[in-house]
């Protein structure tokens, strides 16, 4: 059985910084392309970042273009998300996600798409 498990959320003031990491158990991490999805109450769960399964590509909504990165360390099972200049827009539960590796990029930005996920970790950001 496939495990994510994401930690480091928190809450932190508009112009803050917080890392996310999410460990993968239970299949072998480098055949997985790697996401980070984030949802509000009420609204539909949005793609945020992306990495491929060799880690050489990496996806960006427009909305964090510039702020976040993402990135993985296929020897340590992680998969990153460094977030700077964090906005009230940034408010939500985000959700780690792992599937095979995509055929086309655009796969990797739809929620749909992927075949696991975490429990999601909180992130906060007030003015």
């Known amino acids: 059985q496939v495990r994510l498990v994401e930690s480091g959320g928190g809450s932190v003031q508009t112009g803050g910084s917080l890392r996310l990491s999410c460990v993968v158990s239970?299949?072998?991490?480098?055949?997985?392309?790697m996401g980070w999805f984030r949802q509000v109450p009420g609204k539909d769960r949005d793609f945020v970042a992306a990495?491929?399964?060799?880690?050489?590509?990496?996806y960006y909504a427009d909305s964090v273009k510039g702020r976040f990165t993402i990135s993985r360390d296929n020897a340590k099972n992680t998969v990153d998300l460094q977030m700077n200049n964090l906005k009230s827009d940034d408010t939500a539960l985000y959700y780690c996600a792992g599937r095979p590796p995509a055929l086309t990029p655009d796969y990797l930005r739809q929620s749909r798409e992927y075949d696991y996920w975490g429990q999601g970790t909180q992130v906060t950001v007030s003015s």
């Open positions: 239970g299949r072998t991490f480098s055949t997985l392309a």
């Open positions: 990495i491929s399964w060799t880690g050489s590509r990496e």
